[in-house]
């Protein structure tokens, strides 16, 4: 189907992250190509015909044009963060599949689900939507399957692996400009860039800059974030230093070497499945001398704000910014 497609050797890490993340959380240190491109002379042309934003021609991930002639009435999503967006672009009423783990907004959880990173064809054919929302990992293992959707009639868009907050933005875009939802995504963009500015100017005030570690999964096997990653991008913002910051992507860390970094704060990203995430983290054999377990300083925060590229983003950089800077964000 989409002949300029090469297969991407980090399939495997982006499964792993994505079952860490609470599924549906692109967590790869790829970087996001051709996503959310938008022939605007195409989307300009018509916004002026009668307000008609139809046809209208977008590139997606594999950076090839699709025309889409009408306004979609149907349309399933196979990313959580894709229905996140969906639904903040006020497109609820068009969601007829969803996810098997697409938790929000709690709307969603009613919409019928249609797989994961293994599709329920057979359903997905009967729904017949006008645009499915796939992912490059789709593309990637079921190629063939996304062609017979097409064949059947079905758009398919594949949305890329974000990394950044500008990859949110685009890909923001892009499924606003392939619903008739351009205006509501700007507005949405918009907004989300205001409120990061906010955090920054804020931010600027700080003084002694605290050192944060972050765990997005528990021990034996701890995981945290390195560069190119949202949460880097978040701490960099409230001016704070990533105590994995000279690290890329999703790393896997030693408790030996975690102590080693000496950090002020420590955030947890899986308190959803593991009970007491602080006071495991306090507990820890050969930690008693870490500032961030002196002080305290152990928080868990919401996985899928800080980890789900979605319009949520945003609140977790604010969440953060009050748990590390309390002083100055509360």
Request: glycine share 8%.
């Given at each position: 189907?989409k002949q300029?497609?090469?297969k991407?050797?980090?399939?495997?890490l982006?499964?792993?992250?994505?079952?860490?993340?609470g599924?549906?959380?692109?967590?790869?240190d790829?970087?996001?190509?051709s996503?959310?491109?938008?022939?605007?002379?195409?989307?300009?042309?018509?916004q002026?015909?009668e307000?008609k934003?139809?046809?209208?021609?977008?590139?997606?991930?594999?950076?090839e044009?699709?025309?889409?002639?009408?306004?979609?009435?149907?349309?399933i999503s196979?990313?959580?963060?894709?229905?996140?967006?969906?639904?903040?672009?006020?497109?609820?009423?068009?969601?007829?599949?969803?996810?098997?783990?697409?938790?929000?907004p709690?709307?969603?959880?009613e919409?019928?689900?249609?797989?994961?990173?293994?599709m329920?064809?057979?359903?997905?054919?009967?729904?017949?939507?006008?645009?499915?929302?796939?992912?490059?990992?789709?593309?990637?293992?079921?190629?063939?399957?996304?062609?017979q959707?097409?064949?059947?009639?079905?758009?398919?868009?594949v949305?890329?692996?974000e990394t950044?907050f500008?990859?949110?933005?685009?890909?923001?875009?892009?499924?606003?400009?392939?619903?008739?939802?351009?205006?509501?995504?700007?507005?949405?963009?918009?907004?989300?860039?205001?409120?990061?500015?906010?955090?920054k100017e804020?931010?600027?005030?700080?003084?002694?800059?605290?050192?944060?570690?972050v765990?997005?999964?528990?021990?034996?096997?701890i995981?945290?974030?390195g560069?190119?990653t949202?949460?880097?991008?978040?701490?960099?913002?409230?001016?704070a230093?990533?105590?994995a910051g000279?690290?890329?992507?999703?790393?896997?860390?030693?408790?030996?070497?975690?102590?080693?970094?000496n950090?002020?704060?420590?955030?947890?990203?899986?308190?959803?499945?593991?009970?007491?995430?602080?006071?495991?983290?306090?507990?820890?054999n050969g930690?008693?001398?870490?500032?961030?377990i002196?002080?305290?300083?152990?928080?868990?925060?919401?996985?899928?704000?800080?980890?789900?590229?979605?319009?949520?983003l945003?609140?977790?950089?604010?969440?953060?910014?009050?748990?590390?800077y309390?002083e100055?964000?509360?």
């Amino acid at each position: 189907m989409k002949q300029l497609w090469k297969k991407w050797s980090i399939i495997t890490l982006i499964m792993t992250m994505a079952i860490l993340a609470g599924c549906g959380v692109n967590g790869t240190d790829t970087n996001k190509q051709s996503s959310g491109e938008v022939n605007e002379s195409a989307a300009n042309e018509v916004q002026g015909t009668e307000g008609k934003q139809f046809p209208v021609t977008i590139k997606d991930e594999t950076g090839e044009e699709i025309v889409i002639e009408a306004e979609p009435e149907s349309i399933i999503s196979l990313q959580a963060s894709s229905t996140e967006i969906s639904y903040a672009l006020g497109l609820g009423d068009k969601m007829v599949g969803v996810s098997d783990y697409c938790n929000y907004p709690q709307e969603a959880l009613e919409i019928e689900k249609v797989g994961a990173q293994d599709m329920n064809v057979e359903r997905i054919l009967t729904l017949l939507p006008d645009i499915a929302l796939v992912t490059d990992y789709h593309l990637e293992t079921h190629a063939e399957i996304l062609s017979q959707f097409e064949e059947a009639g079905i758009t398919v868009i594949v949305i890329g692996s974000e990394t950044s907050f500008d990859d949110v933005y685009e890909t923001i875009d892009l499924i606003g400009t392939a619903t008739g939802k351009k205006a509501e995504a700007k507005e949405l963009v918009s907004d989300m860039k205001e409120r990061l500015e906010t955090v920054k100017e804020k931010a600027k005030s700080v003084t002694d800059k605290k050192k944060v570690w972050v765990e997005v999964s528990p021990a034996p096997d701890i995981f945290t974030t390195g560069q190119g990653t949202f949460m880097h991008e978040m701490l960099e913002s409230i001016q704070a230093e990533n105590a994995a910051g000279d690290q890329e992507g999703w790393v896997k860390m030693t408790e030996e070497e975690i102590v080693q970094l000496n950090p002020d704060v420590i955030v947890t990203t899986y308190g959803y499945y593991v009970e007491s995430p602080k006071e495991t983290v306090m507990a820890r054999n050969g930690w008693a001398e870490v500032p961030a377990i002196k002080s305290g300083e152990v928080h868990d925060v919401d996985s899928d704000m800080v980890t789900r590229p979605g319009p949520r983003l945003i609140e977790g950089v604010e969440t953060l910014a009050k748990i590390v800077y309390p002083e100055i964000f509360n």
